[in-house]
């Protein structure tokens, strides 16, 4: 089956895919046994593919910088020319150069694994290559071989840090290319970002280019077709900041297209009587203090919902008078108050969100990163600024608003990586039609599972990690304590300090030095604490002495929402066939089972670990299927909104 890849729409002045009507359930199943199986057949690893780039790579090894360029002019015309089948030889061509130049760059050859990672991802599938194989190098070859041919490229990263790094990392490898790589930066100006989308490769983080597509759908008010925006283009500019979604490869493709995908991104400007919002979330968080669980209101930990009872009821109407007059009528009023009910149960300081300078930041679960450009909606962002006292932030118009699943089926041609790409195989193909690939290994891993602990109380757990990080430091073994919360980091370091084990904490609220931590991590002895922001796509460097003591030692602290977290932390130890193991140090008190089942906790942790770890191991299935559920429900409303939208004339 030949090698194909588009990314092109010939001559568009916006090339997007168009914005298809959601399938139904019958085409999806016919599909499943049709499509899926060819395109997995066309993506698979084929190891001739890599054996030919690899013996081509011996023939120009010995050429000149000048005579590597002319070849490189020749592949890139070629490529040019072949449009969206550019052939297996040139290809194999294009691979060999890049690989060529990464060697002469860099100092390091893409290996045979990494070209057949490389291959599936411009054959258009998710490529799950385990954690530590070389990812971020395993892309130059697609998305060089992509921008070689024309295409503009858009490097998808799970978060800013990382769009930043890998751009600064690969830039010198594309300069050699003839390519022009850029990294968008958070909180650049317009301008900057458009400069920054004009380069051949982009490095952004998916937020960043779904935000500048949402910003370019409002500035093409209402004209998508090619006709309307060429016009507009000749009379006042075209005022567009993308050159259109081409191209993207997706790095950590379940964490961006995925984990993130549960909240619509909403592009919003602030409304015009800002005072009287702020007034009315003071004066629901004060009578939702007044108030009282159990008397007034309940609450329903496993759903996240707030029910106010006749009580509760009556006694707001008898406050009402304290809200602005906006707010007086009952359903407005009782959903202030039941907003504010949840700002001050359900939403927990260092859990769910920091302050930082004055201002609430909400901390992703997934990432453990703050996200400064983000709120919660409807109302419950001034209602935790309420409870929290600090100055409150107005509730925004909505301009625009796109789901990640509705904004990455838009790319004409949409491929990735990531090493935990199985669990998620189903929903990569229904909501993306992307398929799975499973790439093998450059070496065995070596890295050991040690036997999970469980204890019935967090101060035993903390007392635990704290003694094996001392024990393992002492021989010389880097250690990384993995935590879920900014809570739970300082939990771990007091429990640290009081052995007397040096160490370092990074987290969403000490994020500044994130690059001086991880790059010392990796020290014979070295003890860090970090939440999930060390979870995925860090590279923790061993030196000699670690490597020789054994390598780096995880400890997961808790289990997180999804296996595939749990694995990505897991995955920081034990790369590129070095040692080093990893090992979970649990509790009854981990905050998986109160969020899904507070009820059975404290009775089960009576028994023995193996029955905390099973009620762990049930809450966490449980999550990912609430989660699924979820995502699936954004969709379908999305759909719905996107259906009724065209229905009225605005077609995207
Ligand atoms: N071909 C190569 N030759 C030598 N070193 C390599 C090669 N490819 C990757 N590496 C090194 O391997 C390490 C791991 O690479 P990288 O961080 O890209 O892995 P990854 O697959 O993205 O891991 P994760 O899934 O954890 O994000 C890096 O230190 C990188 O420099």
């Not at 050429?63 to 072949?82: C, Q, V």
């Not at 990569?428 to 070496?443: A, C, E, M, N, Q």
């Not at 906790?601 to 299935?621: C, K, N, T, Y």
């Not at 559920?629 to 996107?642: F, H, K, N, P, S």
Request: positive net charge; charged residues 25%; aromatic residues 6%.
């Amino acid at each position: 089956m030949s090698d194909t890849f588009p990314g092109q729409a010939p001559g568009a002045f916006y090339p997007r895919a168009p914005a298809e009507p959601a399938k139904s359930k019958l085409d999806r199943w016919i599909e499943k046994y049709t499509a899926l199986p060819r395109l997995r057949r066309r993506a698979r690893p084929k190891r001739f593919f890599a054996w030919r780039v690899l013996r081509c790579g011996k023939t120009l090894s010995g050429m000149s910088d000048n005579r590597l360029l002319a070849e490189l002019h020749a592949t890139a015309h070629g490529l040019r020319a072949a449009r969206a089948h550019p052939g297996e030889a040139l290809l194999v061509r294009s691979f060999a150069l890049i690989r060529e130049c990464a060697g002469r760059e860099l100092d390091q050859r893409h290996y045979a694994t990494q070209i057949l990672g490389a291959r599936a991802v411009l054959n258009g599938a998710v490529a799950e290559m385990q954690t530590g194989e070389g990812k971020t190098l395993a892309i130059t070859l697609a998305a060089g071989t992509a921008a070689l041919a024309g295409r503009r490229v858009h490097v998808i990263t799970a978060n800013d840090y990382l769009a930043g790094r890998d751009a600064d990392t690969m830039r010198g490898l594309y300069a050699r290319l003839g390519l022009t790589c850029a990294a968008v930066e958070p909180g650049c100006t317009l301008e900057q970002r458009r400069a920054a989308f004009a380069a051949d490769i982009v490095y952004a983080s998916g937020k960043e280019v779904a935000f500048t597509f949402l910003r370019d759908r409002v500035a093409m008010g209402g004209r998508s077709g090619d006709i309307g925006l060429r016009t507009r283009a000749y009379f006042d500019g075209s005022g567009l900041l993308l050159p259109g979604l081409q191209f993207a490869i997706v790095d950590e493709i379940d964490s961006v297209m995925i984990d993130e995908a549960r909240t619509p991104l909403i592009l919003s400007v602030p409304p015009a009587d800002a005072r009287i919002e702020a007034e009315a979330a003071r004066a629901a968080h004060a009578i939702a203090s007044e108030m009282k669980e159990g008397r007034d209101y309940r609450i329903d930990r496993l759903r996240h919902a707030v029910e106010l009872n006749r009580t509760g009821c009556d006694r707001l109407a008898n406050l009402a008078e304290l809200m602005p007059d906006a707010w007086r009528p009952a359903p407005i009023r009782e959903d202030a108050v039941r907003t504010a009910i949840s700002a001050i149960h359900l939403h927990r300081r260092d859990e769910h969100y920091i302050l930082r300078e004055g201002k609430v930041e909400i901390v992703d679960e997934f990432t453990g990163r703050t996200m400064p450009d983000r709120s919660w909606s409807a109302g419950l962002h001034q209602a935790v600024e309420a409870k929290e006292g600090v100055e409150i932030t107005t509730r925004r118009v909505t301009l625009a608003q796109i789901t990640f699943q509705r904004f990455f089926r838009r790319y004409i041609h949409l491929g990735g990586m990531t090493g935990t790409a199985t669990e998620a195989a189903d929903e990569f193909w229904s909501v993306y039609d992307l398929p799975v690939v499973r790439i093998p290994t450059h070496k065995r891993s070596r890295r050991r599972t040690w036997k999970t602990q469980v204890s019935a109380r967090a101060a035993t757990k903390w007392a635990r990690v704290a003694k094996r990080a001392k024990a393992l430091s002492d021989r010389g073994r880097p250690v990384l304590i993995g935590t879920r919360t900014v809570a739970a980091s300082e939990a771990a370091s007091a429990a640290l300090h009081s052995l007397g084990v040096a160490h370092r904490v990074l987290s969403a609220a000490q994020d500044a030095d994130e690059a001086a931590v991880v790059a010392e991590a990796g020290r014979a002895g070295a003890v860090t604490v970090a939440t999930n922001m060390a979870g995925r796509g860090t590279d923790i460097i061993l030196d000699a002495e670690a490597r020789k003591a054994g390598g780096l030692h995880v400890i997961m602290t808790e289990m997180h929402s999804s296996r595939r977290i749990d694995r990505q932390l897991a995955g920081r130890a034990g790369r590129q066939g070095d040692p080093g193991s990893a090992e979970a140090i649990l509790c009854a008190e981990d905050s998986l089972l109160p969020e899904f089942g507070r009820r059975y906790s404290r009775l089960i942790a009576r028994f023995g670990g193996r029955v905390v770890l099973s009620a762990l191991s049930d809450a966490q299935r449980r999550a990912e299927r609430t989660h699924v559920a979820a995502r699936r429900r954004l969709l379908e409303l999305d759909e719905q909104m996107a259906e009724n939208l065209s229905f009225t004339g605005t077609p995207e």
